[in-house]
């Protein structure tokens, strides 16, 4: 049973791109929350989501970003027009129920920068 | 909001030593407990958690305590080794289903 796969691993943009990052939850999970992390800082709440539905997206910027969840594929995490403040490791982690009666997994992360 | 605040924000101790992190939270709602330890540029894995209706864990040299009426758990790792050293994080959760993370305590074990 693979674990939570996210890509890329890294990923570099210009500010004013747009950056994409995936992630591929555990086999038999539906439940996804994606969290940034800035150096030395702890993990901040982004978003969390079923299937074709945001379930609390309190912790996510209201401009540039957004967060889907399809019913086939894997979920993604899309920042319009980056700045050079998005740099941060993004984490996504996965749960076959909500996270605060299970464990949550969490992926290796999508480092990105922006240059 | 939820607040989470863990103490303290570095910790350097001797290997074979004890090592006590405490996390102070104020979400009344929290009912899951969990550390996790976090390598440089690596994921964070959870090591040990707790639910709300338990009040001590014990897996090996690792072990959490609760006490919910203070809203505070702390986690106690024994015998410390060199490969102890890390980032350690509280992320208490409700049924909201979000962790919220404290921000970290650098633990560093001298051989």
């Known amino acids: 049973n693979a674990g939570v796969m996210q890509n890329p691993r890294h990923l570099v943009r210009r500010r004013g791109q747009e950056a994409r990052l995936r992630c591929s939850p555990m086999?038999?999970?539906?439940?996804v929350y994606w969290y940034r992390q800035l150096p030395e800082e702890g993990l901040k709440f982004m978003v969390y989501l079923q299937k074709e539905n945001i379930i609390d997206e309190s912790g996510m910027p209201k401009e540039r970003f957004s967060a889907e969840f399809p019913k086939e594929g894997p979920s993604i995490l899309r920042i319009q027009q980056v700045v050079r403040g998005d740099s941060a490791a993004y984490f996504c982690?996965?749960?076959?129920?909500?996270?605060?009666?299970?464990?949550?997994?969490f992926g290796q992360g999508t480092r990105l920068t922006v240059v | 909001g939820e607040n989470v605040e863990q103490h303290p924000s570095t910790l350097s101790v001797q290997e074979g030593d004890s090592a006590v992190i405490k996390c102070t939270y104020s979400d009344s709602a929290s009912n899951y407990f969990p550390w996790y330890k976090q390598e440089l540029g690596k994921r964070p894995q959870l090591i040990i958690d707790i639910r709300s209706n338990v009040g001590e864990k014990k897996d090996q040299r690792i072990a959490v305590t609760l006490n919910k009426t203070a809203k505070h758990f702390s986690l106690h790792i024994t015998e410390t080794q060199p490969e102890d050293s890390a980032v350690y994080f509280c992320?208490?959760?409700?049924?909201?289903?979000?962790?919220?993370f404290g921000q970290g305590t650098t633990l560093q074990v001298k051989p």
């Open positions: 982690a996965s749960s076959p129920d909500q996270a605060s009666t299970t464990e949550a997994f």
């Open positions: 992320a208490p959760g409700s049924n909201t289903g979000k962790l919220i």
């Open positions: 086999k038999g999970h539906s439940h």
